[in-house]
């Protein structure tokens, strides 16, 4: 069977990659040197140690460093010489982007106009709101629609998006009620002073009464005279949101009692939406109700997306599948909504038409790509198998990717350390270098060459940009096979789950650590570790261990498995108590009485957007993974299952941290 192909390949691989050594000079301690320097804003530092990196491979990085730490004070003609020195480096593009943005932040548009045309990575959300304003101020081009876009996309409000919404809606191109709309999506994603910056475009005299709408809504929306001016309807829209964070029935009561009548139809909407979506991250059941209140054309993609959810958990395909139907083109054709549209046109009751349709959804999708192509796969009753195994690459294919100057930069700075800096460059090298980025062969064998070094979180996402090949055993290597599969069999733990699970946590990164303190391969807490080393009997450990990629082996599937034993076997029930805490999990199974659901809608309505995406891929690693290890088809519906509340005669152990 190919499965049993790509399983020799990949152990293959796994045994014999080796990472790239290279012996570390003084040269390259030099380099070490200036990294830290310009972390620090020591740019003294950098001037004097920039002379001895001449020659070496990371000269571009030590030069870089050493211009953008004082770029605020550099002229014209110092980073024009620069682009001309390192011209077609990753380094070239990297400063001609600081500098964009600093000549926006200046409005020097002049120079400006005459360095964006040579940026490569376009991929600047506010260099291109600066470019968006620069049009409109000088050449008076009305951009409005995607100013909007971009605008919308931000997480914030941005100097370079906040001005280009200003130009345009000060030239009339904007209206009140598109800065208003900005307003409540940076409410609703918490982001208050972004908030408060936005509404001064449009109110500026409002900051006190902004203020109290965001500290105190209900004293807003329930002590104040209720008012129909366009301001106070606004800002009650965004007391309602505010609310609606801690406590959504309390806003839904004040907008139903005393705001409804008051607000126009658009608003009314969008409170709505934002309370059902507050309600239904807390998996509340008056969250459909909520929604209904409301028609779905008039509610954003988000609000739409949670109402599906709700509707989903509650088994209302038809408000599922009409909450799908009113998301926006870019939004519905996510692999998520096109697979529960095409189930919605799957329920008993539906024409044979709509359930024609239902099939071509999920053929369009389906593939071993990811978790919703695998489960379009199973609902047509098409096996899980592998696709074509790509043709051998080519020894000048090697070639050409061993030569190339940017991903021979990437994994020297990742083999010193510099793991930031050289996946930055790995990914511009192959992907914005040029536009389109590499084509699939290129990436393939860009892929191999990270493989071939051991690079494997490179390995695995260079090889799944690949968009008309899919090569298995790059996307899903086994590294440090033996110790993986010897440790999870002797503990009764699947092996294809603990792969899935690190794919997932580290991408097979040794040194990997997490923002919050996390270690190594499996991502393991030290206070976590410290617990587990007791419970399986591991003495005189210490969190150091951790970076011993076996003892991290040992305590990562020694917690693994009593979280799963502790969820009654429930893969996606112990893959989220792993990322987020047993706690969590055990609250969103429900309360006793409340029916099961199937555990896919179960995990899509996991309120944290980390988990809900986290759940889903370990357990799509997980059934392909389990397929190369055996030889076998897997199902990932059988993995699933379904999950309700927990057996109360079944005792949870509170211990679990």
Same mark, same amino acid.
């Given at each position: 069977?190919?499965?049993?192909?790509?399983?020799?390949?990949?152990?293959?691989?796994?045994?014999?990659?080796?990472?790239?050594?290279?012996?570390?000079?003084?040269?390259?301690? /030099?380099?070490?040197?200036?990294?830290? =320097?310009?972390?620090?804003?020591?740019?003294?530092?950098?001037?004097?140690?920039?002379?001895?990196?001449?020659?070496?491979?990371?000269?571009?990085?030590?030069?870089?460093?050493?211009?953008?730490?004082?770029?605020?004070?550099?002229?014209?003609?110092?980073?024009?010489?620069?682009?001309?020195?390192?011209?077609?480096?990753?380094?070239?593009?990297?400063?001609?982007?600081?500098?964009?943005?600093?000549?926006?932040?200046?409005?020097?548009?002049?120079?400006?106009?005459?360095?964006?045309?040579?940026?490569?990575?376009?991929?600047?959300?506010?260099?291109?709101?600066?470019?968006?304003?620069?049009?409109?101020?000088?050449?008076?081009?009305?951009?409005? $629609?995607?100013?909007?876009?971009?605008?919308?996309?931000?997480?914030?409000?941005?100097?370079?998006?906040?001005?280009?919404?200003?130009?345009?809606?000060?030239?009339?191109?904007?209206? @009140?009620?598109? /800065?208003?709309?900005?307003?409540?999506?940076?409410?609703?994603?918490?982001?208050?002073?972004?908030? !408060?910056?936005? /509404?001064?475009?449009?109110? +500026?005299?409002? $900051?006190?009464?902004?203020?109290?709408?965001?500290?105190?809504?209900?004293?807003?929306?329930?002590?104040?005279?209720?008012?129909?001016?366009?301001?106070?309807?606004?800002?009650?829209?965004?007391?309602?949101?505010?609310?609606?964070?801690?406590?959504?029935?309390?806003?839904?009561?004040?907008?139903?009692?005393?705001?409804?009548?008051?607000?126009?139809?658009? &608003?009314? =909407?969008?409170?709505?939406?934002?309370?059902?979506?507050?309600?239904?991250?807390?998996? $509340?059941?008056?969250?459909?109700?909520?929604?209904?209140?409301?028609?779905?054309?008039?509610?954003?993609?988000?609000?739409?997306?949670?109402?599906?959810?709700?509707?989903?958990?509650?088994?209302?395909?038809?408000?599922?599948? @009409?909450?799908?139907?009113?998301?926006?083109?870019?939004?519905?054709?996510?692999?998520?909504?096109?697979?529960?549209?095409?189930?919605?046109?799957?329920?008993?009751?539906?024409?044979?038409?709509?359930?024609?349709?239902?099939? &071509?959804?999920?053929?369009?999708?389906?593939?071993?790509?990811?978790?919703?192509?695998?489960?379009?796969?199973? @609902?047509?009753?098409?096996?899980?198998?592998?696709?074509?195994? +790509?043709?051998?690459?080519? =020894?000048?294919?090697?070639?050409?990717?061993?030569?190339?100057?940017?991903?021979?930069?990437?994994?020297?700075?990742?083999?010193?350390?510099?793991?930031?800096?050289?996946?930055?460059?790995?990914?511009?090298?192959?992907?914005?270098?040029?536009?389109?980025?590499?084509?699939?062969?290129?990436?393939?064998?860009?892929?191999?060459?990270?493989? &071939?070094?051991?690079?494997?979180?490179?390995?695995?996402?260079? $090889?799944?940009?690949?968009?008309?090949?899919?090569?298995?055993? &790059?996307?899903?290597?086994?590294?440090?096979?033996?110790?993986?599969?010897?440790?999870?069999?002797?503990?009764?733990?699947?092996?294809?789950?603990?792969?899935?699970?690190?794919?997932?946590?580290?991408?097979?990164?040794?040194?990997? !650590?997490?923002?919050?303190?996390?270690?190594?391969?499996?991502?393991?807490?030290?206070?976590?570790?410290?617990?587990?080393?007791?419970?399986?009997?591991?003495?005189?450990?210490?969190?150091?261990?951790?970076?011993?990629?076996?003892?991290?082996?040992?305590?990562?599937?020694?917690?693994?498995?009593?979280?799963?034993?502790?969820?009654?076997?429930?893969?996606?029930? =112990?893959?989220?108590?792993?990322?987020?805490?047993?706690?969590? +999990? !055990? /609250?969103?199974?429900?309360?006793?009485?409340?029916?099961?659901?199937?555990?896919?809608?179960?995990?899509?309505?996991?309120?944290?957007?980390?988990?809900?995406?986290?759940?889903?891929?370990?357990?799509?690693?997980?059934?392909?993974?389990?397929?190369?290890?055996?030889?076998?088809?897997?199902?990932?519906?059988? !993995?699933?299952?379904?999950?309700? +509340?927990?057996?109360?005669?079944?005792?949870?152990?509170?211990?679990?941290?």
């Amino acid at each position: 069977m190919q499965f049993k192909m790509i399983l020799t390949l990949i152990g293959a691989a796994g045994l014999a990659a080796a990472p790239m050594l290279h012996a570390q000079s003084t040269a390259d301690n /030099v380099v070490l040197d200036m990294q830290q =320097a310009f972390k620090r804003g020591d740019s003294a530092r950098l001037t004097a140690l920039l002379p001895q990196t001449q020659g070496h491979l990371l000269e571009p990085w030590a030069a870089y460093w050493a211009l953008r730490a004082r770029l605020d004070s550099a002229s014209a003609d110092e980073v024009n010489a620069f682009f001309t020195q390192y011209r077609g480096s990753y380094q070239e593009d990297r400063l001609r982007n600081d500098w964009l943005l600093l000549l926006g932040q200046r409005r020097d548009w002049s120079r400006f106009a005459q360095v964006a045309p040579d940026f490569r990575m376009n991929d600047d959300r506010e260099v291109r709101c600066y470019t968006l304003a620069m049009e409109n101020i000088l050449a008076k081009v009305d951009l409005a $629609s995607e100013v909007k876009a971009q605008w919308y996309a931000a997480k914030d409000a941005g100097d370079g998006c906040t001005l280009a919404a200003q130009s345009h809606f000060d030239a009339g191109q904007l209206s @009140e009620a598109d /800065v208003w709309r900005k307003a409540r999506l940076l409410v609703e994603a918490r982001q208050l002073d972004a908030a !408060r910056q936005v /509404v001064a475009i449009v109110a +500026p005299g409002a $900051s006190a009464a902004l203020n109290d709408a965001l500290k105190k809504p209900e004293t807003v929306l329930i002590k104040r005279p209720v008012s129909n001016q366009r301001l106070n309807q606004e800002l009650a829209v965004l007391a309602l949101i505010r609310w609606a964070d801690s406590t959504p029935d309390s806003a839904a009561q004040a907008l139903e009692e005393r705001w409804s009548k008051h607000l126009s139809h658009a &608003q009314r =909407a969008w409170a709505w939406g934002a309370i059902g979506k507050l309600a239904a991250q807390k998996l $509340s059941d008056s969250a459909l109700p909520y929604f209904q209140h409301a028609s779905p054309e008039a509610m954003s993609d988000e609000h739409l997306a949670w109402r599906t959810r709700a509707a989903l958990r509650q088994h209302q395909w038809h408000d599922a599948l @009409e909450s799908i139907k009113a998301m926006s083109p870019d939004a519905a054709s996510d692999p998520t909504w096109v697979y529960w549209r095409a189930r919605a046109l799957l329920q008993p009751g539906q024409s044979q038409a709509e359930q024609t349709q239902a099939r &071509q959804l999920l053929q369009g999708i389906a593939s071993v790509r990811g978790f919703y192509p695998l489960l379009a796969l199973e @609902e047509l009753g098409q096996p899980i198998t592998p696709p074509p195994t +790509p043709a051998p690459l080519s =020894a000048q294919e090697k070639d050409r990717a061993q030569a190339n100057p940017g991903l021979q930069r990437a994994l020297k700075a990742i083999t010193l350390g510099l793991r930031s800096e050289g996946v930055r460059e790995w990914n511009y090298t192959t992907n914005l270098h040029a536009p389109g980025g590499m084509n699939d062969r290129e990436l393939l064998a860009a892929a191999d060459l990270a493989c &071939q070094n051991a690079v494997w979180d490179r390995c695995i996402n260079t $090889s799944e940009r690949t968009r008309n090949i899919i090569d298995l055993a &790059q996307r899903f290597p086994m590294p440090y096979r033996q110790a993986v599969i010897e440790r999870s069999r002797s503990i009764s733990l699947d092996p294809a789950y603990v792969y899935g699970l690190i794919r997932q946590e580290s991408r097979f990164i040794t040194d990997a !650590r997490s923002g919050v303190g996390a270690s190594g391969l499996m991502q393991v807490m030290p206070a976590t570790a410290r617990w587990t080393a007791k419970k399986i009997g591991l003495s005189n450990f210490t969190p150091q261990q951790l970076n011993d990629r076996d003892t991290n082996i040992t305590i990562g599937t020694g917690y693994l498995k009593l979280v799963l034993d502790d969820f009654a076997g429930s893969m996606p029930l =112990a893959a989220a108590a792993y990322n987020a805490g047993p706690g969590r +999990p !055990r /609250v969103w199974r429900g309360q006793p009485g409340a029916p099961s659901v199937e555990a896919a809608i179960w995990a899509e309505n996991i309120p944290f957007t980390e988990t809900r995406d986290y759940v889903k891929k370990v357990l799509a690693n997980t059934t392909i993974y389990a397929a190369m290890i055996t030889g076998q088809t897997q199902s990932l519906k059988a !993995r699933l299952g379904h999950i309700g +509340p927990a057996d109360i005669s079944t005792p949870e152990n509170r211990d679990l941290p």
